[in-house]
């Protein structure tokens, strides 16, 4: 048995990072081919649009999700990486409820609502529920009861959850309070 399986996720926010990048690059050229700026400010404009699309469109190109023995591991660029036990988790379903028009792009935590969204895509969701809330440093420290993300293969995802997730077997603690740090 492979030790993770990768599942791609959708692409449609890399495709509007790399128009938002696009734009601010002729802006930038517009605006250095009209001022006299300086070398230093053209320099320091270039790297931050570099910076901007390696860290933003290029790297969530390099990324997936995986299922490990033990976990499921949400990447989003290398901005994101959720580990979520087995143990951790409640349920992990399909979101067929989660309307195409209301989900987010990019990792969002709307104020009210226990969920976060780790979207590149708004089809083919998935939605895990977390036994307990747990705080996310790239949401602003927010907790979240639930996870909504997407896969490309989300049938093959739903099926590799499940082929893993029965091939743990139940653990019995000799002690009380015992942490076995999933």
């Known amino acids: 048995m492979e030790k993770r399986l990768t599942f791609a996720y959708g692409r449609t926010l890399v495709t509007s990072r790399i128009i938002v990048f696009v734009s ?7 605006l250095i081919v009209f001022t006299s700026s300086p070398i230093s400010a053209i320099l320091g404009l270039t790297g931050l649009l570099a910076a901007y699309l ?8 390099l990324t997936q999700h995986w299922i490990t023995r033990s976990r499921v591991i949400l990447r989003q660029g ?7 036990p087995f143990s ?10 989660a309307g195409a028009f209301r989900t987010p792009l990019g990792i969002s935590r709307p104020f009210g609502q226990p ?8 089809t083919n969701l998935m939605r895990v529920r977390l036994r307990s809330p747990r705080r996310f440093w790239q949401a ?19 099926a590799a959850f499940e082929e893993r997730r029965r091939l743990l ?3 019995q603690s000799n002690r009380a309070r015992a942490d076995l740090g999933d």
């Open 24 to 30: 601010l690059a002729i802006l930038a050229a517009i």
């Open 54 to 61: 390696v860290l933003f469109a290029i790297s969530p190109l």
């Open 78 to 84: 290398w901005y994101f990486r959720a580990m979520i």
């Open 88 to 97: 951790s988790i409640d349920i992990l379903v399909a979101a067929d409820d």
């Open 115 to 122: 969920v976060l969204f780790v979207t590149g895509g708004r």
């Open 140 to 158: 602003f420290g927010l907790s979240a009861s639930e996870i909504v993300f997407d896969v490309t293969d989300r049938d093959g995802f739903l």
């Open 169 to 171: 077997p139940p653990v």
